[in-house]
């Protein structure tokens, strides 16, 4: 059977690599490997959302959904070194390597495998010393940002009950900011948020990609 990277546990033959993530302000080289997302290289659109994206809040709890091997919640880490950093991912693959990761360039992220929709951890790898296991507490927020580069091929079902679990974790003051291909449906998930009662706009467009930002809507 084909694997993708958003299976919870890819039985490809292991193949470390690394990839390089050179921003203006951080330098990081990463562990990655087959069987996660985009493993040769920083996926073009999550540079998009790193390049773009304001400033994260300097303190409180930062979420990175679907983090594969920890790009951008690393990058939330080293922009905001005194808040707590979440990752989240159904592949026990990635998120072995955003720890080895967050452990190496002594970043505060701390990472745990999920089930899509529910947001549940589930059994995982031991940590590195240097990283700790979130709780489930942690892992029900509230969060005051949200960074995304959302598995848009796991299908619409499973997005979406993804986005409606961990949108709902955001503080009430707290931004979502989503990296979505164009002709992967970035307008049709725009408009599929604004339904559900979200305020989104787009705050950035490059290179084929949208960056949304999602709030909770004014009362």
Request: glycine share 8%.
């Amino acid at each position: 059977m084909a694997q993708h990277y958003f299976d919870s546990d890819p039985d490809s033959t292991s193949r470390p690599s690394t990839a390089d993530l050179v921003l203006p302000d951080v330098h990081l080289r990463l562990h990655t490997d087959r069987g996660v997302f985009s493993p040769d290289k920083v996926d073009l659109g999550t540079r998009v959302l790193l390049e773009s994206v304001p400033p994260p809040p300097t303190h409180g709890r930062l979420l990175d959904l679907g983090c594969g091997y920890g790009p951008i919640a690393l990058t939330m880490a080293s922009r905001a070194p005194q808040a707590t950093v979440l990752g989240v991912d159904v592949n026990a693959r990635a998120v072995a390597l955003a720890r080895r990761n967050a452990a190496e360039h002594g970043l505060g992220a701390r990472f745990a495998v999920v089930a899509p929709e529910a947001g549940l951890a589930v059994e995982q790898e031991p940590l590195p010393e240097a990283v700790s296991e979130p709780s489930a507490q942690e892992l029900q927020g509230p969060f005051d940002a949200l960074w995304s580069n959302p598995p848009i091929r796991v299908g619409k079902a499973v997005l979406h009950g993804m986005l409606r679990t961990w949108l709902g974790r955001l503080s009430t003051e707290g931004t979502a900011h989503l990296v979505v291909q164009r002709h992967l449906g970035s307008d049709s998930l725009h408009k599929w948020l604004t339904g559900q009662g979200w305020h989104v706009e787009r705050t950035a467009s490059r290179a084929g990609f949208r960056v949304l930002a999602v709030r909770h809507s004014p009362s």
